[in-house]
């Protein structure tokens, strides 16, 4: 009876995901008609919608695997977003990077501290745990937009991505957060009868994160020299992988190794251009899989220990209120300092200010498989609509400007 009701329950599940395909094949064919419907799919709904449908329905005999593999699959995409932040830090071009814009970012990041800071102690006597309350504060500050090389405001054709302080910002504290909640420490073994050496405390693991991003940098750098454009990605993804995979086994932060391998990477390797044009090009891919994982990871954590609303509101309001709010701030306030117009010094738009950046997802993601499952599927739960919802908006308000 039991495997009757488990197969009676996936084939909703493939029923469902079915539907879904159906609609969207519909409403593609409908797309060129409808800028708002080209809209909406370019959001990827679809996606997410069919990962929760698994994540909800998937048989039990089948949920450790499915599992597994939902893991090994955030461990790199966890890896190669932080690659990609690291990417965009290079040393030489640093020089070049608008200060107004700098401005404009830490004005954001100061101002968004604040304000998550009192949200807490509006939504309990105490505040958050403080773990989470870093966690969520990188959160915050990763889903800064972060602007691509091509889209400039020197109009010159580029690949990869300016670097931003407030991507860096949200994978420092993300990573301090989760290094909180994750059980850390690890034992290194020495050869020649050496005493092993106990790596455990704060410090000692920023260090070894240091270290082996470094390794992995390396490692990338040296087995892309010989390889061909078409499989360049493929093998960074490889590298990344394993990178994500040791820090994972060690107990140390794939976010942050992910960020060391790329500045390495980016500032070491001879192939530049060809590596960041690979990065740029999967990013089409990896921003499909990630809403898939994201969607089945909510799934499977709603199933596992139910849904903390007061948790799931808190971090909602911080994305849908706070963290809009205290952008536009920032940038009216910037304006009045400038002789000209904000945008033209920045680049940054009103859309921009509006809407979620993946990396967010990414932090909310690696911040649900350590929490407590309530929470962690608050956490998603949150993450997923409000970045929707911003999406909307921006549509809203970008199409309000140009009517006017």
């Known amino acids: 009876m039991a495997d009757v009701e488990a197969l009676l329950s996936f084939g909703m599940g493939l029923a469902t995901v079915g539907l879904i395909y159906v609609a969207v094949r519909l409403c593609r064919s409908r797309a060129p008609y409808s800028p708002l419907l ?3 799919l370019a959001a990827r709904v679809q996606y997410a919608l069919a990962g929760l449908v698994f994540g909800l329905l998937a048989p039990l005999d089948m949920r450790p695997i499915l599992g597994a593999t939902a893991d090994l699959v955030t461990s790199f995409l966890v890896g190669i977003f932080g690659v990609v932040v690291g990417c965009s830090v290079e040393l030489r071009l640093l020089r070049h990077f608008s200060r107004p814009l700098l401005l404009l970012e830490i004005g954001y990041l100061v101002l968004l501290g604040l304000g998550l800071w009192v949200l807490s102690y509006g939504f309990s006597q105490g505040g958050v745990n403080g773990a989470a309350l870093w966690g969520v504060c990188g959160l915050g500050a990763a889903c800064w937009m972060r602007q691509s090389r091509g889209g400039g405001t020197k109009k010159k054709k580029g690949s990869g991505w300016l670097p931003s302080a407030s991507a860096l910002a949200g994978i420092l504290l993300a990573g301090v957060g989760l290094m909180q909640l994750r059980p850390g420490g690890f034992v290194v073994r020495l050869p020649l009868g ?4 106990v790596v ?22 040296l087995a892309t020299r010989g390889v061909s454009k078409g499989y360049l990605y493929y093998v960074i993804a490889a590298g990344i992988l394993l990178g994500s995979g040791m820090a994972g086994a060690l107990g140390l932060e794939p976010l942050w190794v992910g960020a060391v391998a790329g500045v390495w990477l980016v500032n070491a390797t001879m192939r530049r251009l060809d590596i960041l044009r690979a990065l740029e090009q999967g990013q089409d891919m990896v921003r499909t899989v990630l809403l898939g994982v994201a969607g089945w990871a909510l799934g499977a954590v709603l199933v596992e220990g139910g849904f903390e609303l007061a948790f799931g509101v808190w971090v909602l309001l911080a994305l849908i209120a706070v963290v809009p709010g205290v952008r536009l701030g920032a940038w009216h306030g910037l304006g009045q300092l400038l002789d ?14 509006l809407e979620l950046d993946d990396l967010g997802l990414v ?4 911040l649900a498989t350590v929490l407590p499952a309530g929470q962690g599927a608050a956490l998603l739960a949150a993450a997923l609509l409000g970045r929707w919802l911003m999406y909307a908006v ?6 309000k400007l140009s009517a006017t």
């Open 340 to 353: 000209r117009p904000v945008h033209q010094r920045t680049g940054v738009g009103q859309r921009q200010l």
């Open 363 to 366: 932090i909310a993601l690696s």
């Open 394 to 399: 921006a549509m809203w308000a970008v199409g």
């Open 200 to 221: 455990e405390g704060t410090w000692a693991e920023c260090g070894s994160c240091l270290v082996l991003g470094a390794l992995v940098g390396l490692i990338v750098d």
């Open 194 to 197: 050496f005493p092993p050496v």
């Open 38 to 40: 080209a809209e909406l």
